[in-house]
Structures are given as structure tokens and as C-alpha cells.
């Protein structure tokens, strides 16, 4: 399985952006999951979507992000409204299942005026 992760950049808060996640494998049968990465903070969970569809959500990201996927695509979407300064950070995308994860690269996303 290997990841491909893009979609970042500058936004204004309030602005929006969409990160994609595109793979190769068979990542129907994946649960899939982005983590955000800010300097000097913890490796924390954004959202993930399991492979029958349910999804979860840090509670800073609750009401504004929302993730989905594509599966013929073997994609992987974050949509991200109302953006906050607190979400700058380097996003990334993975793929799990069982004791098997993969990474994506990360792309930066960074909120700023």
C-alpha cells in the first residue's frame, strides 16, 4: 500500500480547504484515518472512516471537517471549513488494518491572515 497525500497550503481563517489522499492496494478493506502533526505538539487523530463507513472525530474538528471516501478512486478526502489558526500543521493520511499501517507524505496546511 502506498499513499499519496496533497491538497494543502495557505488559507485565511474562515477559509476552506480539501485534502485528498490517493492510493494504490486494495484499501477497500482499510480503515483510514488523517493525523495532524503541529510544531511542538503531539501526533494527534483528525478523523477517520472505517471501511463499512463509520466515521469519527477529534472534538476541535467536530461541525467543520468532514471526512469520506472513494473507494474505485482509492481515495480519501478531508474537507476542512471554517479553518482555524489552531489547525496549522502537517497533515497525514493513513491506512490501517489490523496490526498493518501505512503512511502517506505529509502536506502542510498552514491558517494564517
Known amino acids: 500500500v502506498q499513499l499519496q497525500a496533497c491538497g494543502g497550503g495557505l488559507v485565511q481563517p474562515g477559509g476552506s480547504l480539501r485534502l485528498s489522499c490517493a492510493g494504490s492496494g486494495a484499501l477497500f478493506v482499510f480503515d483510514m484515518g488523517w493525523y495532524r502533526q503541529a510544531p511542538g505538539q503531539q501526533h494527534e487523530l483528525v478523523a477517520r472512516?472505517?471501511?463499512?463507513?463509520?466515521?469519527n472525530y477529534a472534538d476541535s474538528v467536530k461541525g467543520r471537517f468532514t471526512i469520506s471516501r472513494d473507494n474505485a478512486k482509492r481515495t480519501t478526502y478531508l474537507q476542512m471549513n471554517n479553518l482555524k489558526p489552531e489547525d496549522t500543521a502537517v497533515y497525514y493520511c493513513?491506512?490501517?488494518?489490523?496490526?498493518?499501517?501505512?503512511w502517506g507524505q505529509g502536506t502542510q496546511v498552514t491558517v494564517s491572515s
Open positions: 493513513q491506512a490501517n488494518r489490523g496490526n498493518a499501517d501505512y
Open positions: 472512516i472505517t471501511a463499512t463507513g463509520n466515521r
